[in-house]
């Protein structure tokens, strides 16, 4: 008889909501890291807005709350979060369209960090 313990399907799914939350986190983390410092970044940081930390927030927030981490996913996200923004005057459809393009350009670099995240204990 084995002494190895049996995965219940519940702690599997509880082990994937936390690395996939791990995986958002890092994501919005090197998303906004790449915009404020890459290659653009002295000129993005002149330009950053209230409004654009909110936004960035929010898509970081819902894309935490979704179960898969993918480039259509993630695209779906940014496009609501920027449709609400572009609705605000003090903002406007122009801003909303450069921070939805701009948040999109980071989606192979946010791919590369998910995937070079650190596994969980004991695998």
Request: glycine share 8%.
């Amino acid at each position: 008889m084995s002494t190895k313990k049996k995965t219940t399907k519940k702690k599997v799914e509880e082990e994937k909501g936390r690395g996939l939350g791990f995986a958002a986190s890092v994501i919005g983390a090197v998303a906004a890291g790449y915009y404020l410092y890459g290659p653009k970044g002295a000129e993005n940081r002149k330009k950053i807005q209230a409004w654009t930390l909110k936004a960035k927030a929010e898509v970081l927030e819902r894309f935490e709350k979704t179960k898969e981490v993918s480039e259509s996913t993630y695209n779906d996200t940014v496009d609501k979060v920027t449709a609400k923004y572009a609705k605000m005057k003090s903002v406007g459809e122009e801003e909303a369209k450069k921070l939805n393009t701009e948040l999109k350009r980071h989606w192979k670099a946010i791919k590369k960090a998910a995937e070079e995240k650190p596994k969980g204990k004991g695998k």
